[in-house]
């Protein structure tokens, strides 16, 4: 049997491990500039995407947070594009990137080999560009339609559940190029990421409830399930269809999910006003 000594150890292990797993998702999916020890490897990639709902619902809290104190010094739609426009410099575009170089690929028309190549092509086209703008758009538009409180459930848990979705695509799908920027991501495919993911979602639904319920928001406790819930089953339709056409996804697949739940998240959280009042 291990002494008392060498458990310890072993939790103080666990403990680094889960620390280093945490600050590479931080430093993966934000400009947080945290530093990380030594060589990286495909399995701490993998391991670290369980980690991402937690860097998503404090991404969520920030951005509710500044939105509400926004919300008291200027307009509602001002405050949006504000709000919306410093979650995006949080996460340096990447997400965005990932959604403009998809629609690119996606929507050329071109047999799968060409339509992989335009996705990792740096220029972005014209489809590229109306994806992010229409995106933003609906972004901006849905936020500045809630009230400081009726927001708390679409950035909390639709910022949580958006980043749940990649450990989930790379466990469902295979990656769709031979190399690629996700590509180390994908090695691995153990569950046990996706299960970290999914409790530390189910966390953010009850923070999000909690918060609903303590500001009197529409829907109070269950709006953050309801808008988890259709915010990632549209992005994992649209993904699902993706993965049709190119055989599997890729990372700029997986940013796309993210913009696409994170824009659902904010629409699903009007229709809980409109269907509440």
Not at 76 to 81: F, I, N, R, W
Not at 131 to 147: F, W
Request: aromatic fraction near 6%; proline fraction near 4%.
């Amino acid at each position: 049997m291990p002494t008392d000594d060498e458990r310890g150890a072993t939790g103080a292990m666990r403990s680094g491990s889960a620390a280093r797993q945490f600050t590479l998702a931080v430093t993966f999916l934000t400009g947080v500039p945290l530093t990380v020890e030594g060589d990286v490897s495909p399995a701490d990639l993998w391991r670290s995407m369980g980690w991402y709902p937690l860097v998503g619902l404090a991404l969520g809290a920030a951005a509710w947070g500044v939105y509400a104190g926004l919300l008291a010094l200027l307009p509602g739609l001002v405050a949006a594009v504000l709000a919306v426009l410093l979650l995006e410099a949080a996460t340096g575009g990447l997400h965005m990137d990932g959604l403009m170089d998809t629609c690119d690929g996606y929507f050329s028309r071109a047999p799968r080999e060409r339509a992989l190549e335009i996705m990792k092509d740096s220029n972005v086209g014209a489809m590229g560009v109306v994806g992010a703008v229409l995106i933003l758009i609906l972004k901006v538009a849905a936020l500045s339609a809630l009230t400081r409180a009726d927001a708390a459930a679409p950035l909390l848990a639709g910022w949580c559940a958006a980043r749940a979705l990649p450990a989930l695509d790379v466990y469902a799908w295979p990656y769709a190029r031979a190399a690629g920027t996700g590509e180390a991501f994908t090695r691995e495919r153990t569950p046990g990421p996706v299960q970290l993911a999914g409790g530390l979602l189910a966390a953010g639904l009850v923070v999000a409830g909690a918060v609903g319920l303590a500001v009197g928001a529409a829907g109070s406790w269950y709006a953050g399930l309801v808008v988890a819930v259709i915010a990632m089953g549209v992005a994992l339709l649209v993904q699902a269809a993706v993965a049709k056409r190119l055989g599997g996804l890729t990372g700029d697949v997986y940013g796309m999910g993210i913009e696409l739940a994170e824009a659902a998240a904010l629409v699903v959280g009007c229709a809980i006003v409109k269907l509440a009042g």
